[in-house]
Each structure stands twice: as structure tokens, then as C-alpha cells.
């Protein structure tokens, strides 16, 4: 098990579309373990692999209260099915450190996906899991939570997000 570092906005790859995962190997498996590591060391409900620099289709969640961790594991993951129903929750996101804004999506959501050893799964997903698992699988095709928001908004978050990082001397803004 190894922490694996969090890249942040502007870095391109964020904003790359991740290639599916075409064979599960043990890199497979100790990818999704590390990002495990990282999400709940940061601490976050969620991290998918581009937030840790590995442009593939990989994420894992968990949404559970600290005394029943419930860690989701998810490779290949597809939203098949979206309620009418929509929730606005506060999302935030770790590679736009200590910014929140409310976004609405569906309020529940069918996610199909492979399981660690390759078996296809299907999950309903709804409350702040649904949030969740819909904010991890847009980081595969490069979209961010700040996209749902109106210009003023989405730019207010990345200039202060843009400071924050150069005020504690991190990423690719803190390096300029
Ligand atoms: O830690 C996180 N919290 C969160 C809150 C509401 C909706 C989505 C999330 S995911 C986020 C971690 C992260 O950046 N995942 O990509
Ligand atoms: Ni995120």
C-alpha cells in the first residue's frame, strides 16, 4: 500500500477522457488499493485515477460513516440508468482544494462496472453516494464539478483555487 500524490487544476490530464481498463492485472488491483490509501488519508468520499495522474477508467468511493467504512471499488464504471428526480448536494473536490458549491444531478443513478476480479456488477446508488459515484465517473471523461456552475462562479473558484495552491506552495501553480 502506498499514498499516491493528488494532481490539481490546471494539470491537462484532469481534463483528458480515461481510457477503459481492457485487462485486470495485480497493477490493477494495487492502483485501486493506493487510490483507496490516498482518498481516505486525504480524507475524501471518493478518487478516481486521474486525480492520481493514471489516465484509466478506475474510481473508488466510499460514503459510509467512520464507524462502517463501506470502500467501493470500481473498474469500467457506466451510469445505465438516471432518475427524473434531481438533488442539489455541496460537492467539493480534491483536486480544486477547499472549494464547495452546490451542484444538482440525478437523484439516483444504475452504475454498471467490473469488480476486482473482472465480474460485472450493478449498483443503485442514491443520496450522497449517487452524488458521488456520478462526480467520479465525469473525472473519467474529464469533467469537473465546476463545470456545472455559471462562468462567474466556475472562475471565482479556480482563481481562489489558483491561490490557495500558491499560498501552500503545491501543484503546478505553486511551482510558477
Ligand atoms: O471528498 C469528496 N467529497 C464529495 C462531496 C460531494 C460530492 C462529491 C464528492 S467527491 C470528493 C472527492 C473527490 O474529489 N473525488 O473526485
Ligand atoms: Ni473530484
Given amino acids: 500500500m502506498a499514498l499516491i500524490p493528488i494532481i490539481y487544476i490546471p494539470d491537462p490530464v484532469l481534463r483528458q477522457v480515461a481510457v477503459p481498463v481492457t485487462e485486470i492485472t495485480d497493477g490493477t488491483r494495487q492502483l485501486l488499493d493506493d487510490m483507496a490509501e490516498t482518498m481516505y488519508d486525504a ?20 460514503c459510509g460513516p ?78 469537473l464539478f465546476i463545470d456545472y456552475l455559471s462562468r462567474l462562479k466556475r472562475d471565482m473558484i479556480v482563481r481562489r483555487t489558483l491561490k490557495e495552491l500558491r499560498q501552500a506552495g503545491t501543484g503546478a501553480a505553486g511551482r510558477g
Fill in 66 to 143: 467512520d464507524d462502517a467504512p463501506e470502500l467501493h471499488k470500481m473498474i469500467n464504471p457506466e451510469i445505465v440508468d438516471r432518475s427524473e428526480a434531481k438533488a442539489i448536494l455541496e460537492e467539493g473536490c480534491l483536486s480544486i482544494p477547499k472549494q464547495t458549491a452546490d451542484v444538482e444531478r440525478p437523484a439516483s443513478v444504475d452504475v454498471r462496472y467490473l469488480d476486482v476480479d473482472g465480474k460485472e456488477q450493478m449498483m443503485t446508488c442514491e443520496g450522497l453516494l449517487a452524488a458521488c459515484v456520478q462526480h467520479e465517473i465525469d473525472h473519467l471523461d474529464g469533467v
Fill in 43 to 62: 480524507p475524501g468520499i471518493g478518487l478516481a485515477a486521474p486525480q492520481v495522474n493514471v489516465s484509466q477508467r478506475v474510481i473508488v468511493m466510499d
